[in-house]
C-alpha cells in the first residue's frame, strides 16, 4: 500500500527515520483491524514503554504518517491515496484526537535513551513533529 522508494519500503522524506521498516505490512495492520484502536494502542504502548527499540519507534512513525496524512490531509508521495481518503472520511475527527498523543510518543525519539543514532532520521523527525504540529 506503500510504494516502495528506493528498494526499502520507506515513504519518500521519511526514508533515514524508516530505514527498512516495511510500512507496506503496517498499513495493512491498521486497515484490517479497527484503525482508530490500532492507532490508539501504538501510541499508548509507545508511551508506556520503559525504553523503545529502533524497530518500535519506526511503528510509531509509521502510525503518525497516517495521523498526519489523514487530519492534515498531506499526500505522501507512495502512500495509497484511496484508503487514506477513506479514512479521512470516516475517520478524520476520530484520528485528529490522537495528535497529543502521536507527538508525545515521536519526542521519544529526542530523548537521551532515543533509539536514533542517525542525524538525518533526527532531521526527519522534527519535520514529521512540525507537520503534526499543525492545526
Excluded at 97 to 112: M, N, S, V, W, Y
Excluded at 119 to 132: D, F, R
Aim: proline share 5%; charged share 25%.
Amino acid at each position: 500500500m506503500f510504494a516502495y522508494g528506493g528498494d526499502n519500503g520507506t515513504v519518500q522524506g521519511f526514508e533515514h527515520l524508516l530505514k527498512s521498516y516495511d510500512v507496506t505490512d503496517e498499513l495493512d495492520e491498521i486497515a484490517s483491524a479497527d484503525p482508530p484502536a490500532y492507532l490508539r494502542r501504538c501510541f499508548a504502548e509507545a508511551l508506556s514503554a520503559p525504553r523503545l527499540t529502533e524497530r518500535r519507534f519506526q511503528q510509531v512513525v509509521a502510525c503518525a504518517l497516517v495521523v498526519d496524512a489523514v487530519v492534515h490531509e498531506r499526500d505522501y508521495p507512495g502512500l495509497e491515496p484511496e484508503l487514506i481518503a477513506d479514512w479521512r472520511t470516516h475517520y478524520g475527527l476520530v484520528f485528529a484526537q490522537f495528535k497529543p498523543a502521536a507527538i508525545a510518543a515521536l519526542k521519544r525519539g529526542q530523548a537521551a535513551d532515543s533509539p536514533l543514532a542517525d542525524s538525518e532520521a533526527i532531521a526527519e523527525l522534527g519535520v514529521l513533529l512540525q507537520h503534526l504540529a499543525t492545526d
